[in-house]
Nanobody, 116 residues
Framework: QVHLVESGGGLVQAGGTLRLSCLAS????????MGWYRQTPGKQRELVAA???????NYADSVKGRFTISRDNAKNTVYLQMNSLKPEDTAVYYC??????????WGQGTQVTVSS
């Protein structure tokens, strides 16, 4: 199991920036995929961005060009840099890890609120 702790959420005005961090309890060097998901009330959790162990990235169409995911294996941390935020980005953001060794784990989530 991998324990994940998110931080960096908060309230920001439209057009602003936030950087989310996800600290893992184990080395993320061998974790196949680290990702960020988000969820709003009444909707399914959706993928925002993911990064593989070899650095390949994948983004939801709605965030391409605005969000950047990165991983720092030395710090066991994954980041989500969010620029040009929009009110529709408001959600609870969850960190996710998927690996052959440890399976799938989720963080507790961090609230991001973008005001218009």
């Amino acid at each position: 199991q991998v324990h994940l702790v998110e931080s960096g959420g908060g309230l920001v005005q439209a057009g602003g920036t936030l950087r989310l961090s996800c600290l893992a309890s184990r080395s993320i060097f061998s974790i196949n995929v680290m990702g960020w998901y988000r969820q709003t009330p009444g909707k399914q959790r959706e993928l925002v961005a993911a990064v593989t162990s070899d650095g390949r990235t994948n983004y939801a169409d709605s965030v391409k060009g605005r969000f950047t995911i990165s991983r720092d294996n030395a710090k066991n941390t994954v980041y989500l840099q969010m620029n040009s935020l929009k009110p529709e980005d408001t959600a609870v953001y969850y960190c996710n890890s998927r690996s052959d060794r440890y399976g799938t784990d989720w963080g507790q989530g961090t609230q991001v609120t973008v005001s218009s």
